[in-house]
């Protein structure tokens, strides 16, 4: 996969997810969930496109890291979502499936990297 495929998707990760929470009940919990999950997932893609403009490898790495850790974080607020929110469960599934394959894509970016 090219990098302005990577583009593309990791902005359609954050679109679908603040898409998501707007579906949501306004309850205390996903309204605290709800803005997490969306600075989490929009710093995804925006953390990757600085990582195409990094200065040197060791700066590629490190802003790669940046991307792991804000999927991380995207895919245990996503998991809390899901559990207070039966209805939206199978679009829930969906964006845990697509940034589990978008952190296994970063993963192997970072080990390939260091090589």
């Not at 495929?5 to 929470?21: C, G, H, Q, S, Y």
């Not at 803005?35 to 490898?57: D, E, F, L, P």
């Not at 209805?87 to 090589?115: D, N, Y």
């Amino acid at each position: 996969m090219d990098s302005e495929e990577m583009k593309r998707r990791t902005k359609m990760f954050a679109i679908n997810v603040a898409l998501l929470t707007q579906k949501l009940k306004p309850t205390v919990i996903n309204r605290a969930y709800s803005g997490q999950i969306v600075r989490s997932s929009s710093s995804v893609g925006a953390n990757y496109r600085a990582s195409r403009r990094a200065k040197s490898n060791a700066d590629f790495i490190n802003k790669l890291k940046i991307v792991e850790e804000e999927l991380d974080e995207s895919l245990f607020f996503l998991e809390l979502l899901e559990f207070f929110n039966e209805k939206e469960k199978s679009e829930i599934e969906l964006l845990l499936k697509e940034g589990e394959t978008l952190l296994k894509i970063i993963v192997a970016s970072i080990i390939s990297s260091r090589k």
